[in-house]
């Protein structure tokens, strides 16, 4: 059975989120046209919202195509689900620049309105990001947008967002075992301001897998980016020893579950409250976890697998302390 939730008004989503980002590059050699003819298996396989960004390299161009070529087929294209993100680089936010970036994701990704977009900004100092919402806000009302969200905000420059009287829908953050930020400030207040939670690298870019228990990866088997910069979250969470911890913890639950450690991960991660999806990165083309990421559908966490967890978790670092609020990283 697959799990289907409403992220915003007429945005029903799949609550696993196909993740873009691996095809921008980093992430072994990316086929354009095998990644394209993937994509269907995906959408075919019920797994039909994907997740990516104006600078996530061919991402948009893929999902237009993709998009063209399951309207050509005649499939249906109601369930498809395509979130962007709107990543500028500081500057001027004029009604010209926004506009010509929207304009462009809307070419690119083949749709008529964008689903939601996801605003980044890098630097709080500068307050030109507040023009930037105000713009997208124009185009949400004219219809070139449908919703309005966020990547990578913190829970106070959202309070100022709101009382400048944005309307925001969601945050994308990083939220996973390793990761539990989100829930020191930011949950409380995105329920208080219905406000969703998109959760990504909850994998750890893979290395919350079977293929790391008892193993020290070398800088040269951390071959993908996103392996290198969750290694260096499990560095500041803890270590390598404390993780293997987890990972055996993990392992252990996942058996008597007769699943993996991938889908333990997921799926504690998507019960967390306010969190309606979860990112998974996909090598398009390269390697593929469809059906058993499908399997965290029918799991199910009892409180002893909690407190295995719990047990680990509560002898690492308290990251919100360490590096800041959901974010910082960036910053
Ligand atoms: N907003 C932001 O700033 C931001 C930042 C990072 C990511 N994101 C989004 O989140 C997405 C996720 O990216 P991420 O870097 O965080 O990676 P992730 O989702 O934590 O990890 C993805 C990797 O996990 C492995 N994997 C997936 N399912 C698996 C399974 N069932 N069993 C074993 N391994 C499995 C795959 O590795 P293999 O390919 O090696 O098999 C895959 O490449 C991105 O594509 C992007 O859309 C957003």
């Not at 992220?7 to 029903?12: D, H, I, N, T, V």
């Not at 962007?84 to 083949?110: H, Y």
């Not at 404390?242 to 058996?255: G, N, S, T």
């Amino acid at each position: 059975m697959m799990e289907t939730i409403t992220l915003a008004p007429g945005l029903s989503i799949c609550r696993i989120i196909n993740g873009m980002w691996q095809v921008a590059g980093g992430h072994g050699y990316i086929t354009p046209q095998k990644a394209v003819s993937e994509m269907e298996l995906y959408h075919k396989s019920g797994l039909t919202s994907w997740d990516m960004a104006d600078i996530y390299g061919p991402a948009e161009e893929f999902f237009g195509k993709f998009r063209q070529n399951l309207e050509k087929s005649g499939h249906d294209l109601s369930g498809l689900v395509g979130l962007t993100k709107f990543v500028p680089n500081s500057g001027s936010m004029s009604r010209t620049i926004v506009e010509r970036a929207i304009r462009n994701s809307i070419l690119q990704m083949n749709v008529t309105s964008l689903d939601l977009v996801q605003f980044h900004w890098w630097d709080y100092d500068d307050a030109r990001y507040f023009d930037a919402l105000y713009h997208l806000t124009e185009l949400r009302d004219e219809g070139k947008i449908k919703h309005i969200g966020l990547t990578n905000f913190d829970t106070a420059q959202m309070q100022i967002m709101l009382d400048e009287g944005f309307t925001i829908v969601s945050n994308q953050v990083q939220y996973s075992i390793i990761d539990q930020r989100p829930q020191v400030e930011m949950e409380k207040f995105c329920k208080k301001n219905n406000i969703q939670l998109l959760a990504y690298g909850t994998l750890g870019g893979g290395l919350l897998t079977e293929r790391f228990l008892d193993f020290e990866p070398t800088r040269i088997d951390l071959n993908t980016y996103s392996l290198q910069k969750y290694r260096n979250m499990i560095d500041a969470w803890g270590g390598w020893g404390l993780f293997q911890k987890l990972l055996q913890v993990l392992d252990k639950i996942a058996k008597k579950h007769h699943t993996s450690i991938a889908n333990i991960a997921t799926r504690f991660t998507l019960d967390k409250p306010q969190v309606v999806g979860v990112v998974i990165g996909a090598r398009l083309g390269i390697a593929q976890h469809i059906e058993q990421n499908k399997q965290t559908f029918s799991l199910k966490l009892d409180p002893d697998d909690h407190s295995a967890i719990r047990e680990v978790t509560l002898q690492a670092n308290d990251l919100f302390h360490v590096i800041g609020d959901c974010g910082s990283e960036y910053r």
